[in-house]
C-alpha cells in the first residue's frame, strides 16, 4: 500500500466470488485499486458476504459506508465497461459484414461492366472488318449513321455491343432489320427486325453465348455448328429478355418471347412513356394579392 493525501490508503484488492455451494463454478477474479477504511462494520461486511478481500487496513475515522460504496460502484463500473465493449465488438462485426456484402455486390458490379467492355471492344472491331465489305451503298449508309449516332450519344457498352450485335446479324442474314430515317427514332434508328426462321436457333445460341460473355465470330471458318437450342435456366433467360427491353425492342406481342425467337412473330421498338406532367404546368399558381385580386 502507499499513503494517499489525508489518513486514507490506496491499496491493491483482489476480489473473488466465494460460493456456499463447493460444485457451483467459481468466478475469475479480478484486480482493482480501491481506498479502504479500517472498521469493524466493513470487515464484518467483506468476511461474510460472498466476497472476500486480501488488503491491508489502516486506522481511519471515517465511516464504512464510504468504502462499501466504493467497492460496489467499482464492481457497477467494470461490469458496465464490459458490456459497453462487448456491445461495441458486437457493432463492429455488422459493420464489418456490411462493408464485405457491400464491396462483394460491388465487385460483381464491376466485373459485369469490365464483361462488357471486352465484349464491346471485340464486337467492334468485328463491325468495322464486316462494314467495308458490304456492297448495298444504301444499307451501309443506315448501319454508318445509326452507328455514329450510338458513338455521339455515348450509349453504354450493353446497348453498343446490342446495336453491333445486330447489325452483323442482318449483313450475315440472320435478322431482318427495319429502319427509320432518322437515327434519333427507335433504337439508334431501328424499328424493329424478324429473325429469319431457318437461322433462329443460330440467332438465339449466339446472342445467349454473347451475354455469358463471349463474342463469337462470324467467320464462316470458326463459326460453331448450331444444331439445337441452348438450354438455359429461367434466371439467365429472363436476363436475356431484359437486355432486349433495355433498348426498347421486344416481342409484338409481349407475351410470345420464344415465338419472337423462332421468328414466328417480330420484334418491334416499343417505348413506355411514363405520365409526365410538364414542367409549366407543374409549376404553383400565384398568390392572391392583397387586396382581394379584384
Known sequence: PFQAAGSMSIVPVLLASVPQDPQQQQQQPFFCSLPILADAALAELLFHSPTVAFL???PSTQLALEAAQTLSEAGGDLSASLREQEQQEQRNLVENNSAASITAKDERARNGQVNWHAICEQIITSWFETFVKVQDSGFKEKLDSQMKYCCKM???????SVLAF???CAVNELIFLEHQDNPEEGFCGISGFNVSPNRSTEFYNRFVT????????FDASDAPAYHEK????????H??????????LVPKDPARWTEAFDGMTPFVFTKTKKQSVPRASRARPPRPSGNGGA
Open 56 to 58: 491491508q487496513l489502516h
Open 154 to 160: 455515348r450509349l453504354k457498352c450493353t446497348k453498343r
Open 166 to 168: 445486330l447489325h452483323l
Open 210 to 217: 454473347l451475354r455469358r460473355g463471349r463474342f463469337q465470330s
Open 230 to 237: 441452348l438450354r438455359i435456366s429461367h434466371v439467365e433467360e
Open 239 to 248: 436476363s436475356v429478355r431484359n437486355i432486349f427491353r433495355n433498348v426498347c
